[in-house]
């Protein structure tokens, strides 16, 4: 299957607390890409971690791909009011012209 | 930046009548893609264009079609809008570097 289930669908925190959400599959993928999306927005790419085991980190938001490349994780230190947006991972397709196939997302909520 | 655009960026209409959403890029990128996104399903592919006159059907394509008459620009047509179209579609484009999404057009259909 190249289904994408990221836990938890919803997380609501405090300002300056950490959170972690994660994207599992049950088939391995070549590379993983993480997207913020804000309301009445489109997707933006955050990061592509391609090499099982590897780390990314952009300021507070760090990225892991998982050893046997089948799951990945997002860890938020300290989140702040704008880290709000929802969170979605998805999976490029290679030989079916580069499509995307995305998890169901990760709405965040961070209160102050 | 990649330079997308799509029009309309709102639209209510009523069932049985054709839409046309259009995506223009100033980027000449090749690969063009309409995803449509729903509560609870992430974003699902609707058709995706690999070049001017190419294109291909993705995971939701019925009653969908597509037209790529020039590289710039990508249109989404629903020939006889259901209710179950309601949704907010993006267009996106692949680049060197990654996806690039418009910012997306509201369907309503009542």
């Known amino acids: 299957t190249q289904l994408l289930e990221q836990s938890p669908q919803f997380l609501s925190i405090q300002e300056g607390e950490n959170l972690t959400v994660y994207c599992n599959s049950s088939?391995?993928?070549?590379?993983l890409q993480w997207y913020r999306q804000e309301p009445g927005e489109g997707p933006v790419l955050l990061v592509t971690?391609?090499?099982?085991?590897e780390v990314k980190k952009l300021k507070r938001l760090t990225f892991q791909f998982g050893d046997a490349r089948k799951d990945s994780s997002l860890h938020i230190t300290a989140a702040q009011t704008g880290d709000t947006g929802l969170y979605l991972c998805?999976?490029?397709?290679?030989?079916?012209?580069?499509?995307?196939?995305f998890g169901q997302g990760t709405e965040l909520s961070v209160k102050p | 930046d990649a330079g997308i655009t799509q029009s309309p960026r709102h639209k209510v209409t009523e069932t049985g009548t054709p839409v046309t959403l259009r995506c223009h890029q100033t980027?000449?990128?090749?690969?063009m893609y309409w995803y449509r996104q729903d509560p609870g399903h992430g974003l699902r592919l609707i058709h995706y264009?690999?070049?001017?006159?190419?294109?291909d059907k993705g995971e939701v394509s019925d009653g969908y079609s597509v037209s790529r008459s020039k590289t710039e620009d990508f249109l989404l047509t629903l020939e006889s809008a259901t209710s179950s179209q309601t949704s907010v579609y993006f267009c996106?484009?692949?680049?060197?570097?990654?996806?690039?999404f418009g910012s997306g057009t509201r369907l309503t259909v009542v």
């Open positions: 996106a484009i692949q680049g060197p570097y990654g996806y690039t």
């Open positions: 998805a999976r490029m397709i290679y030989n079916q012209g580069g499509k995307l196939i």
């Open positions: 971690v391609v090499t099982g085991g």
């Open positions: 088939s391995v993928f070549s590379s």
């Open positions: 980027e000449n990128h090749r690969y």
């Open positions: 264009s690999y070049g001017v006159k190419d294109t």
